[in-house]
């Protein structure tokens, strides 16, 4: 059973930081890009950033500049580090490891609450 466990979220001011971290384990054979999703109340889950195999990055426009994804091959884990944060991060956020094989592995989710 393949088990992505993700960690890191919880409860910060406007302009603080946190760093989240998804560790996979388990039958996991071939690992392409990795990412990290959000869906906040109401609205549809967004791509936050991606990272290909080669380091390779991208971000959605709403959080260029304050964050930035990185990865740890050896450990099968993705980060994500949030800078500067403000109140519309607020949402469940779920790292994703893409197979490159036509299906991907999914975390369970990590709430991030940032307060005005």
């Known amino acids: 059973q393949v088990q992505l466990v993700e960690s890191g979220g919880g409860l910060v001011q406007a302009g603080g930081s946190l760093r989240l971290s998804c560790a996979a384990s388990?039958?996991?054979?071939?690992?392409?890009?990795m990412g990290w999703y959000r869906q906040a109340p109401g609205k549809q889950r967004e791509l936050v950033a991606g990272?290909?195999?080669?380091?390779?990055?991208n971000y959605a426009d709403s959080v260029k500049g304050r964050f930035t994804i990185s990865r740890d091959n050896a450990k099968n884990t993705v980060y994500l580090q949030m800078n500067s944060l403000k109140p519309e991060d607020t949402a469940v956020y779920y790292c994703?490891?893409?197979?490159?094989?036509?299906?991907?592995?999914w975390g369970q989710g990590t709430q991030v609450t940032v307060s005005s």
């Open positions: 994703n490891i893409d197979s490159g094989r036509g299906y991907s592995y």
């Open positions: 388990g039958s996991i054979f071939s690992i392409n890009a």
């Open positions: 990272i290909s195999s080669g380091g390779r990055t």
